[in-house]
Nanobody, 122 residues
Framework: QVQLVESGGGLVQAGGSLRLSCAASGRTFGGYHMAWFRQAPGKEREFVARINWSGSSTYYADSVKGRFTISRDNAKNTVYLQMSSLKPEDTAVYYC???????????????WGQGTQVTVSS
């Protein structure tokens, strides 16, 4: 069992930066691949970025590539999403998720956090 709690969301102007954190409980955090997804109002949830269990491999959606960086600290049971050059279209609720497999499909993730709101003003 893994419980996930996101933090770090907020209101930021376009061009600004935010760092999201996702704290995990459970002794097996290091065995899970982690990802960030987001859901904007009226839209389906979409994949943002994922990182493998060791942190040696990452993958990004084209829409955030070069602007967002996913990382993890297994000693702290935490995964991060550093977001830079934010755009109004990045406005969404951001969720972290844990999976035993590497996938960009939300159906492949077993555990989800409650989400944190990110709002980017123009």
């Amino acid at each position: 069992q893994v419980q996930l709690v996101e933090s770090g969301g907020g209101l930021v102007q376009a061009g600004g930066s935010l760092r999201l954190s996702c704290a995990a409980s459970g002794r097996t955090f290091g065995g899970y691949h982690m990802a960030w997804f987001r859901q904007a109002p009226g839209k389906e949830r979409e994949f943002v970025a994922r990182i493998n269990w060791s942190g040696s491999s990452t993958y990004y959606a084209d829409s955030v590539k070069g602007r967002f960086t996913i990382s993890r600290d297994n000693a702290k049971n935490t995964v991060y999403l550093q977001m830079s050059s934010l755009k109004p279209e990045d406005t969404a609720v951001y969720y972290c998720a844990a999976s035993r497999v590497t996938t960009t499909k939300d159906q492949g993730y077993d555990y989800w956090g409650q989400g944190t709101q990110v709002t980017v003003s123009s």
